[in-house]
């Protein structure tokens, strides 16, 4: 049972480069998050979805795209990466509002 | 603005003792709270979940309390082992689909 699987585990890229991060869960979840995790600042929420086609932001979402196109994946795009997203990336998918959240293992991304 | 606070930001302690992490919210109006472990270079793995309604969930040697009034919570790890050393996060929800996350108490129990 695998759960939720972020892929890449690790990434570097240059300053302007993009990139698309892929989280995939096996639970048949209704809802999906992607969240970034910086030293001193707790994760904080970037996009979310309540469901297959439909997106959200969250609390920082500048920089960022999301696309649900299927109810098992969940992809967050970078268009220009700039150093200041620089972090460790994590997704988490649950059954709907309110239920616990089940975390992949996460994607250090390094944007030099 | 809605936060959460954890204290303290690390501990150490001899195994064998039981120990109580706390976290506290500014709004009281909570959904539920969850409280969640963090190994070195892994993701969050949850281990209690309790609902507005509710005083304290346990699990096992974990026993979790919440006192929405007073805004807090507090984790009681009961005879602690090494393998308990993490970071262990609490994250409030609110009537939303959002957690708000504190920044984690970095436990060590050492032998």
Redesign the interface.
């Known amino acids: 049972n695998a759960g939720?699987t972020q892929t890449p585990k690790f990434r570097v890229l240059k300053t302007g480069q993009s990139m698309t991060l892929l989280c995939a869960q096996d639970m048949n979840h209704e809802?999906m998050y992607w969240y970034r995790q910086d030293p001193?600042?707790?994760?904080?929420?970037i996009h979310?979805s309540?469901g297959e086609g439909t997106t959200?932001k969250?609390?920082v979402p500048d920089g960022y795209n999301v696309s649900r196109l299927k109810k098992q994946n969940f992809l967050l795009g970078l268009e220009s990466a700039a150093p200041s997203q620089t972090s460790v990336y994590?997704c988490?998918s649950s059954r709907g509002?309110?239920q616990?959240?089940?975390?992949?293992?996460?994607t250090r991304l390094s944007i030099l | 603005k809605q936060e959460?606070t954890q204290i303290p930001a690390a501990l150490s302690v001899p195994e064998g003792e039981n120990l109580v992490l706390n976290c506290s919210f500014t709004d009281s109006a909570i959904?539920?709270l969850?409280w969640?472990r963090q190994d070195p270079?892994?993701?969050?793995?949850?281990l209690l979940?309790i609902?507005s309604s509710q005083r304290e969930q346990t699990s096992g040697r974990l026993n979790a309390s919440l006192d929405k009034s007073s805004g807090r919570s507090t984790l009681y790890i009961a005879a602690s082992q090494p393998g308990d050393s993490a970071t262990y996060?609490c994250?409030v929800?609110y009537n939303t689909?959002?957690?708000i996350?504190?920044?984690?108490t970095r436990l060590q129990v050492f032998p």
């Open positions: 939720v809802y001193g600042m707790g994760l904080r929420l979310y309540v959200a969250g609390e994590f988490a509002k309110g616990p959240q089940h975390f992949g293992d996460g | 959460v959904y539920n969850q969640f270079g892994k993701g969050l793995t949850s979940l609902q996060l994250a929800r689909d959002k957690l996350f504190g920044t984690g």
